[in-house]
């Protein structure tokens, strides 16, 4: 819609409100309680045909999508938080007066209506109005019928307008709801606690992420936006709550992408006298439970893609992916001027001093990661890159970590928590190296982290789960900001 014909049709409906005013008529009144909804008007008659003479009366209020007059009555359709019905507004039911002022209804008002339902010639439930009253006038008019919202960044602006005129967006988000409320669920039954913990830290720790920076400035003290809630859910295990877990936002100063928004919902849970193993078991049980009740089925689509959440999932190592999906042998992965020369030969721009573990990491993630589609595990991540994790007991080159894959992406991080505090310590130091070389991403040194540690933290493993990328996949979406209410954009130019 052009710029000058937006104006104009916001000085129309300004002089309808101006005109409200001057007749005595408050055109944004708060005295309307609606007491039904569309899914109750349908719950009660959608099933039945012939409608009595007397029936049930009832009391609504929701937003004017469209509608269409015939001089003296006019079909209403009116969406609510439950969906979309019809209402029907005649002259002689409601009054000539009231019909009048409704005649200057606009699409996008919303108004309060009561009456009964009945069924039109062409069998549609609707609302036979019997009152009819303003609630809100709408100044700006929603985008055209049959054009709609599919701008995708104004979509994305402009939240409030899209879940208005696209009823799949506000689907999309009672679904995500649903998700995380089967989530909570499942985790309570299964005996673990939620907890809350904070947002803005002293040091950021648990996720190798550049962190965003604030200032507090009664205590004069520098802060750090959570990359993530580790450290903390890990002191509250040393304090004795053996199975905690936290739904909260995380922040990383990193780019955007489909895949990526600097503010994101994490899921990340912890389990004492556990380890990575019977995390993979648990994390099954976990989505394929929220995927049956969300879904009806284990066996869905992802962008064309076919999905089997059948159990058992799929289990590779670090080297076994690159030997599945990469082009190099089992004795050249091995050495590690041969593995270099391909990571070369791959297009990977990387230090010749790169250690053996971050180069193994950085080959897998270039050669197998986007061939991870049915749900996969992957085991046996090189020491080097896991500074939380527990070296395993075979070999100490590798941690006791997972991934978890699906769909070309990594949907959890999990493993077997290190809680021997001097190699705690000794790996922080070799990050805090990292960072002084330049790596922005490097773990900062935790003294209070080291000193909880020191006390004493059972056996643990712990994991997290990306709430957005497992929306993403339940839903069908392509990008994370379709499944954010409000995703970060750049400003917005005027």
Known sequence: ?????LSELLLQRRRKVDSMWEAGIN????????????????????NVQ??????QHFIVAGRIIARRSFGKAAFVQLQDRKGRFQLYVKKDAVGEEVFEQFESFDIGDIVGATGYPFRTKTGELSLHVEQIRLL?????PLPEKFHGLTDVETRYRQRYVDLIVNPEVRELFVKRSRVINLIREFMVKNDFLEVETPMMQQIPGGATARPFVTHHNALDMELFLRIAPELYLKRLVVGG???????????RNEGISVRHNPEFTMMEFYQAYATFEDLMNYTEELLCHVAQNVLGTLDFSYQGMPISFQRPWKRFTVKEAILEYGDIDAKSLEDRDMAYAYAKKIGLDLPEDIGYGKLITEIFEEVAETKLIQPTFITAYPTEVSPLSRKSDHDPEIVDRFEFFCAGREMANAFS???????????????VAAKAKGDEEAHYMDEDYIRALEYGMPPTAGEGIGIDRLVML??????????????QLRKEVK
């Open 50 to 55: 012939e409608i009595e003479a007397d029936p």
């Open 417 to 431: 928590e290190l809680n021997d505090p001097v190699d705690q310590k000794e790996r922080f130091l070799a990050q």
């Open 136 to 140: 809100t006038k709408s100044l700006l």
């Open 474 to 487: 339940l839903c069908d979406a392509p990008s994370i900001r379709d499944v954010i209410l409000f995703p």
């Open 27 to 46: 055109p944004y009144p708060n005295d309307f309680r609606p007491e039904h909804t569309s899914a109750d008007l349908v719950a009660a008659y959608g």
């Open 241 to 251: 709550l053996d199975r905690v877990f936290e739904i909260n936002r995380n922040f």
């Open 1 to 5: 819609m052009a710029t000058e014909e």
